[in-house]
C-alpha cells in the first residue's frame, strides 16, 4: 500500500498560509495539522498539545541532540519552534495525513529528508503583504519592514518547491489548494475520487 504524503505549506509571513490551511482541513476532513513545539511560554487560554507542544529550553534542546525533531528553527525572539517526529506519526497511526505549515528553511528540509513530502509555495503580492502585515498589528514598522523584505527573498525560492499557490483571491487559493492536495492523495492511492 502507498505510504500517505506529509503535505508542507510555506512562504512568506503574511502569505495567508494559516488561513487556506484552515480552509482545506474544512473541505478534506482527512488531513491534520501538525502541532509544533516550541520554548515560548504558555499564553493564558492555549492548551499544551492543541497551539503547540510547550517545552523548556533544555528539554527542547534535549530532543534536538535525541533527533527527535524533523525541523526546528531558532527566531530572532530567541524562542524556538519545531516539528516533533512523534507528531508526525501519531497523526498516521490515527490514520489521518499530516499538514505542516513550515517556515522556507524547515520546509526545504522536510523536503529532503520526507519521502512523498508535497511542499507548496504561498505566494502573495509583495503590496498585499504589507497591507496584512499592518492591519495584523503585531509588529513594529522596522519589523514589517524586514519581513517585506525577507518576503522579496524568498519569493526568489519559490521555484525550489513542488506546487505555488498565488492567494491573491481567499476563495480561488483555496480551491487550488485543495486540488493541489486531493489530486496528490489520489495518486498516492490515500483518497478514492468520487
Not at 502541532?35 to 492548551?47: F, H, K, L, W, Y
Not at 499538514?99 to 504561498?122: D, P, Y
Not at 485543495?178 to 489520489?186: H, N, S
Amino acid at each position: 500500500m502507498p505510504s500517505r504524503p506529509v503535505f508542507v505549506v510555506t512562504g512568506p509571513s503574511g502569505a495567508g498560509k494559516g488561513t487556506l490551511i484552515k480552509g482545506l482541513v474544512e473541505r478534506i476532513p482527512a488531513l491534520e495539522v501538525a502541532v509544533s513545539a516550541t520554548t515560548r511560554a504558555q499564553r493564558p487560554g492555549e492548551v499544551d498539545g492543541r497551539e503547540y507542544w510547550f517545552l523548556s529550553d533544555e528539554e527542547f534542546e534535549s530532543r534536538v541532540r535525541a533527533r527527535d525533531f524533523l525541523e526546528y528553527v531558532p527566531y530572532v525572539s530567541g524562542k524556538r519552534y519545531g516539528t516533533l517526529r512523534s507528531e508526525m506519526e501519531r497523526i498516521g497511526d490515527e490514520g489521518r495525513v499530516c499538514v505542516l505549515e513550515l517556515e522556507l528553511e524547515g520546509a526545504l528540509s522536510v523536503q529532503e529528508e520526507v519521502e512523498g513530502s508535497v511542499t507548496i509555495f504561498i505566494a502573495a503580492d509583495l503590496a498585499e503583504l504589507e497591507r496584512r502585515l499592518r492591519e495584523r498589528a503585531t509588529e513594529s514598522t522596522g519589523e514589517i519592514g524586514e519581513r517585506i523584505e525577507l518576503a522579496r527573498q524568498q519569493f526568489t525560492q519559490a521555484h525550489l518547491f513542488r506546487y505555488m499557490v498565488r492567494n491573491d483571491d481567499l476563495e480561488r487559493a483555496t480551491a487550488a489548494l485543495t486540488a493541489i492536495v486531493e489530486c496528490e492523495l489520489t495518486l498516492a492511492g490515500t483518497m478514492s475520487r468520487p
